[in-house]
């Protein structure tokens, strides 16, 4: 109900029967759903499923999952298990044991990877640990220490260059194997 408190039944298009979620009387406009252990306790905070999961600052949401926190104001976890998004703006989009604890910070899946700068990110893999800002990783067992870089563990670049020809600067080219920068 607007503006109060108890349960509201939301019934499911796709089967599995009705949902119910409940308005958290602690916290203003806090929607959760009723039962599952999860608790959203932040002001405007939504959790829509799973269980024992935590939007406890504003703004926050969880969207399924085990056992995932979202703390930072504006923070997102979406799925998986055991993710943490503390950072402001930060997101999490499933994995297992994901930390994003800075702002504007972001994990893609995997498996126990950190972002601790902001404006970093990671894609998926595992292990690997962002310590600076703007840096982004795709790839396993990465740490990165320099800002303004993209680290993979591998490149491969299917169709290339063979001759500096109408390239811009800082384009790359194939030079009979060699890989050279305009």
Known sequence: PAGGTGAV???????????VYELNPSASNAIQPDGGGNTAS???????????????ANTSGVHGGTQN????TRSF????????ASGTNSIIIGGQGNVANQSNS???????????ASGSSVLAGSG???????????GS?????????????NISISSIATSPAGLSSGNVWNNNGVLNIV
């Open 9 to 19: 039944t939301v019934n499911a298009e796709s089967g599995g029967g009705p949902a």
């Open 42 to 56: 932040g002001t405007d905070s939504v959790i829509s499923g799973g269980s024992f999961n935590s939007a406890s």
């Open 69 to 72: 926190n979202a703390t930072g």
């Open 77 to 84: 976890v979406g799925g998986g298990n055991n993710n943490s």
């Open 106 to 116: 972001m994990v893609i899946g995997g498996t126990n990877n950190a972002v601790l």
């Open 128 to 138: 690997n640990i962002v310590f600076l800002a703007d840096a982004h990783c795709i």
């Open 141 to 153: 067992g990465l740490n990165i220490n320099r800002s303004n870089c993209l680290f993979v563990n």
